[in-house]
């Protein structure tokens, strides 16, 4: 039996649409990250910029693998129509000519944040754990049912959520971050929404029976996972825990001070930056 925050028993027979839909949004409700104290922080304004320049470098590899973990799935789509729908989240994030699209973005918030362009690129900064979440998470797309793949990203359904929250947040308590720094995500408030609709559907018609409807649920409590490991990571390396609050990073991680990683120097641009 799979362990279940939600305290559902493995599926025995099949669930209606309407109630696999109501199962998969209450996967969201009680595992999405919005609950994570990281993100709690990085909202309300309990961040310092170190700590805020830390997510945004390790979150660069999520946004940078998206693309190539969309183009593994779309290269077992045997429908024509599906691939064309699939094709749009690559071109959000690749966009069609160099210097558009989401990772574009992205990079526009590290340079703001005041971090070298070359290290974010390069990824030799990010925490392992950031690593390894992340290519499981591309593993498990390329190697899992394409009903499995296609459900592991139906945590599009609760990111606009999240996405609002943050950004409200940021700009309120943050005077290092502006309307511009923040672009990507105001995108996303429409492209989420439009690809969850599409991978929703999908998953409706297509897990029919108990152990397909099983499998999806569990495709988006992984999913779930892997983006709250990310946040366990930067809140074990860059907040810490206790009196003290302070983290523990890894040898060769951004701020560590082991090869060549320390924060002054070739972590910063010349926006600036924070030292330790």
């Known amino acids: ?19 696999l839909e109501a199962r998969l949004r ?3 409700e009680t595992r999405y990250h919005h609950r994570h104290p990281f993100q709690l922080m ?22 940078a693998m998206i693309p190539i973990k969309d183009a593994s799935l779309m290269a077992r789509l045997d429908d024509p129509e599906l691939r064309r729908t699939w094709r749009s989240r690559l071109v959000d994030h690749d966009g ?3 210097g558009e699209g989401g990772i574009e973005r992205w990079l526009k918030l590290t340079d703001g944040l005041g971090l070298s362009r070359e290290l974010v690129v390069s990824t030799r900064g990010i925490l392992p754990a950031t690593r ?24 599009e359904l609760f990111s606009p959520m999240v996405i609002g929250q943050r950004v409200r947040g940021m700009l309120e308590h943050y005077d290092f971050v502006s309307r511009e720094t923040l672009a990507y995500f105001e995108p996303r408030l429409t492209q ?13 018609r297509h897990a029919v029976r108990a152990d397909q409807q099983q499998a999806v649920i569990d495709a988006l409590r992984f999913k779930c996972s892997v983006l709250w490991a990310m946040l366990d990571a930067l809140q074990h390396a860059y907040v ?8 523990q990073v890894p040898p060769g ?3 560590s001070g082991v090869e060549g990683q320390e924060i002054e120097g070739d972590g910063l641009n010349d926006h600036g930056g924070l030292a330790r």
Do not use: C
């Open 96 to 98: 069609e000519a160099p």
């Open 26 to 28: 209450e996967v969201g």
């Open 1 to 19: 039996m799979s362990l279940s925050f939600e305290n559902h028993p493995d599926l025995v027979e099949p669930l209606s649409v309407e109630a």
């Open 42 to 63: 990085l909202q309300n304004g309990e961040l310092d910029k170190r700590q805020v320049q830390a997510w945004a470098l390790n979150r660069y590899y999520y946004q």
């Open 240 to 247: 810490g825990s206790g009196s003290e609050g302070s983290g």
């Open 253 to 255: 991680a951004w701020g």
């Open 192 to 204: 989420a929404p439009r690809d969850a609709e599409m991978a929703l559907d999908y998953v409706k």
């Open 132 to 155: 390894f979440a992340v290519e499981a998470y591309t593993h498990f797309v390329r190697d899992r049912t394409l009903l499995e793949a296609i459900a592991s990203s139906l945590t």
